[in-house]
């Protein structure tokens, strides 16, 4: 099939920016969850207040931002897989389907957990959405880097280094949250 260049391009740029709005929500839907949650460590009459607030920006961020995000991010990527058929049968259009297929199942978990925290029956730590809310950056690096290197997917030693840092970041993130933690909680002792 072939269309002018200019409807590829806008295909292509509409693609993007619904990464990008994707993306932005799925990672702060989460640090709202863990506020959510650990709002539940104040007093009864703070809990109620901050869970009600919480509430109605996950909601707003889930219905306005993140998942139009998500509509426009797969509704782009099928234009373009219309217009270029034959990227179905390469190895790093299927191995990029795949990650997707998983972020469209971690869309539907933070909406699974935003109902469990308006209802007041999540059982999830703040400890173990934080680390839930690392997924999504090693799933955007995995298609980012399938997309540019396409089936010449780096796996030299820079390529490692590089994984390497990802994690390392990530852990960072968790080992400092749990040193504030404590450090707060031997303050308060």
């Known amino acids: 099939m072939s269309i002018p260049a200019e409807a590829y391009l806008w295909l292509k740029a509409l693609h993007i920016i619904g990464v990008v709005?994707?993306?932005?929500?799925?990672?702060?839907?989460?640090?709202?969850?863990?506020?959510?949650?650990?709002?539940?460590?104040?007093?009864?009459?703070?809990?109620?207040?901050?869970?009600k607030q919480y509430s109605l920006m996950e909601r707003r961020l889930a219905n306005i931002i993140t998942t139009p995000g998500m509509v426009l991010t797969i509704s782009m990527a099928i234009g373009l897989l219309i217009v270029q058929p034959s990227w179905l049968s390469e190895r790093w259009m299927q191995f990029k389907l795949i990650f997707v297929a998983f972020l469209v199942l971690y869309h539907i978990l933070c909406y699974r957990l935003m109902g469990q925290l308006q209802l007041g029956k999540c059982n999830w730590t703040g400890q173990q959405l934080r680390a839930l809310n690392e997924l999504p950056t090693l799933l955007l690096v995995t298609v980012v880097m399938l997309v540019v290197f396409k089936?010449?997917?780096?796996?030299?030693?820079?390529?490692?280094?590089?994984?390497?840092?990802?994690?390392?970041?990530?852990?960072?993130?968790?080992?400092?949250?749990?040193?504030?933690?404590?450090k707060s909680s031997d303050q308060n002792s």
């Open 21 to 51: 709005v994707w993306f932005a929500g799925l990672f702060y839907l989460v640090r709202l969850f863990i506020y959510h949650v650990e709002a539940n460590q104040f007093e009864e009459e703070l809990q109620i207040a901050f869970s």
């Open 151 to 182: 089936n010449q997917f780096p796996t030299n030693a820079v390529t490692w280094l590089i994984v390497f840092l990802v994690v390392f970041m990530a852990a960072s993130i968790q080992f400092y949250a749990r040193w504030r933690r404590l």
